[in-house]
């Protein structure tokens, strides 16, 4: 079974950095695009940061020039470097990845999210 698994998260100062990583584990084939969402206390969750499997990025307007995505295709995984942090930034970050094929079964995962990692910036 695929699943998502995310690390990276943590304690950090306001201008300060961090890098999220989030990897596919299990048999897979390919993954459509991966990306990163945010849920800040008393708000709805949003979108982050997107990539393709051909490298197509979007980004939320909020962090352009601070976030950049990326992702490892051969490992399945995914990466947000987070720079010049704010602390509106602070939020639960959720990793999600889209039409997920397995390699023996074929089976097709339209929609997979991770477990959550928090991130606080302090000012």
């Known amino acids: 079974q695929v699943q998502l698994v995310e690390s990276g998260g943590g304690l950090v100062q306001s201008g300060g950095s961090l890098t999220l990583s989030c990897a596919a584990s299990?048999?897979?084939?390919?993954?459509?695009?991966m990306g990163w969402y945010r849920r800040a206390p008393g708000k709805q969750r949003e979108l982050v940061a997107t990539i393709t499997r051909g490298g197509n990025m979007n980004y939320v307007d909020s962090v352009k020039g601070r976030f950049f995505i990326s992702r490892d295709n051969a490992k399945n995984t995914v990466y947000l470097q987070m720079n010049s942090l704010k602390p509106e930034d602070t939020a639960v970050y959720y990793c999600n990845a889209r039409d997920i094929v397995e390699i023996t079964t074929h089976r097709l995962t339209t929609e997979l999210w991770g477990q959550g990692t928090q991130v606080t910036v302090s000012s």
């Open positions: 299990g048999s897979i084939f390919s993954i459509t695009a």
